[in-house]
């Protein structure tokens, strides 16, 4: 059974940092593939965050992220991480890990995905 298990969310104030976790269990595999994060706030469509790949040499993000959100990842680990900084209130939504053998801007492309963590920014 692969799963995908994220951890770190919670109530943080605007300008505020949280760092997610997600940690993958059942394959080794996902040493050799890509990993990322989307998210959707309520009431609308699930939105890119960030991805990278299995080697950590190159690495995407939404525009609404790029220079406040960091990716990274821990092979040996097999977890991916999301450091979030400078933190605003349209940053607030579920956080969903995700992970498949490309990369991919449309979240119904990605195989695997974990049951999301909720990420609320206050103002």
């Known amino acids: 059974q692969v799963q995908l298990v994220e951890s770190g969310g919670g109530l943080v104030q605007a300008g505020g940092s949280l760092r997610l976790s997600c940690a993958t269990s059942?394959?080794?595999?996902?040493?050799?593939?890509?990993m990322g994060w989307f998210r959707q706030a309520p009431g609308k469509e699930r939105e890119f965050v960030a991805a990278?790949?299995?080697?950590?040499?190159?690495?995407y993000y939404g525009d609404s992220v790029k220079g406040r959100f960091t990716i990274s990842r821990d092979n040996a680990k097999i977890t991916v991480y999301l450091q979030m900084n400078s933190l605003k209130p349209e940053d607030t939504a579920v956080y969903y890990c995700?992970?498949?053998?490309?990369?991919?801007?449309?979240?119904?492309?990605?195989?695997?995905w974990g049951q999301g963590t909720q990420v609320t920014v206050s103002s």
């Open positions: 990278i790949r299995w080697d950590d040499v190159h690495s």
């Open positions: 059942g394959r080794r595999i996902f040493s050799w593939y890509f």
């Open positions: 995700v992970a498949d053998a490309s990369v991919h801007a449309n979240w119904e492309e990605w195989d695997y």
